[in-house]
């Protein structure tokens, strides 16, 4: 099978597609023919393999797993022993390791039916952008119906998917983003925006009560000011820079600020599970939710989907379509 593979870190340039054996169907997951995968930043970092520090998961010096990619949508081509939620021919949407090639090994605890509404490049949008809206908003940040939540970057992956999941769950959204996309956030449900080349939004006079932070540039003081007193600040993704811990840098310092006082500031890294997916299921079965697609790749163009999504402007979602809807 044809699938994208990288033999050291670095830019864009360390990935090629070579032709590599079908991963073998072990206990309890299946193997997938992948039709469509998705770009997320946890790729980006695991081919530059920055910061150094995710190299303890990834490998150190060298990636450990060649391939790459983790968002996934296609189907059941051979189910493992132990597997009782999946039969050959389902089309299933999840996780599964080195999706950016023609077939992928997935754990059945991490897969779920594909929503019948949804083409497989929809459904590929949706897993890790999608469970980190939703753990942040209901886990970490304990929304409640009837709250005031901040979106900054609400035009991006999690974002998109962030303003429609906190209206699903009955909050007042404020998404923050560009004048590009204004009107994009404001039709995914968003009851004010603003747009930051016009505006501080850390300057208003409105508190909220949860703020979810996909971009991590403003200051902890900053984003403190804009909180209600008993407010919780979730951070989910930051500046690509410091090579040693990146993101973490800020994440730290924050946490550290937000040590004193009544309000609350978390990080956290999305948990994939199929309870959460099953929950995101329901959601784009009945239409309260959709993915935002904005580009579309081949499995030979993931090197420039990776370098578009390290620009830190992808409007929703970049897929990379493997089998085109309607082939078998």
Not at 37 to 49: E, K, Q
Not at 85 to 114: H, I, T
């Amino acid at each position: 099978m044809r699938a994208i593979v990288q033999h050291r870190y670095g830019s864009s340039e360390v990935l090629g597609v070579e032709e590599v054996d079908k991963p073998e169907v072990t206990d309890g997951s299946v193997l997938i023919r992948v039709h469509a995968a998705s770009v997320n930043p946890l790729d980006w970092h695991r081919m530059t393999g920055l910061p150094y520090v995710a190299r303890m998961e990834s490998g150190l010096f060298a990636p450990k797993r060649p391939g790459l990619g983790r968002d996934v949508a296609g189907r059941v081509e051979a189910v493992g022993k132990g597997v009782t939620r999946f039969a050959v021919g389902d089309a299933v949407f999840g996780g599964a390791n080195g999706s950016f090639a023609e077939y992928a090994r997935g754990s059945e605890k991490v897969l779920a039916p594909k929503p019948e509404d949804l083409t497989f490049e929809e459904a590929a949008a949706v897993p890790v952008a999608a469970l980190t809206a939703l753990q942040g908003l209901r886990d970490h940040g304990n929304l409640q119906a009837g709250q005031s939540v901040l979106v900054n970057g609400a035009s991006g992956g999690v974002g998109t998917f962030a303003i429609q999941i906190a209206k699903i769950l009955g909050a007042e959204v404020t998404g923050v983003c560009s004048t590009p996309n204004v009107e994009m956030v404001r039709s995914l449900g968003a009851d004010h925006v603003i747009d930051y080349t016009t505006e501080d939004f850390t300057k208003n006079d409105h508190r909220y009560d949860v703020f979810l932070d996909n971009v991590g540039n403003r200051s902890a003081s900053a984003c403190r000011r804009v909180l209600a007193p008993t407010g919780t600040y979730v951070i989910v993704g930051g500046p690509k820079t410091g090579k040693l811990i990146g993101p973490l840098t800020r994440m730290i310092g924050a946490m550290a600020y937000f040590k004193a006082g009544s309000q609350t500031g978390t990080f956290f890294i999305s948990r994939e599970n199929r309870e959460d997916l099953m929950v995101l299921h329901g959601m784009l079965s009945s239409q309260q939710l959709r993915p935002v697609i904005s580009r579309r790749f081949g499995l030979t163009e993931v090197p420039e989907a990776l370098d578009h999504l390290g620009t830190g402007h992808t409007r929703g979602k970049s897929v990379i379509t493997i089998v085109a809807d309607g082939e078998a």
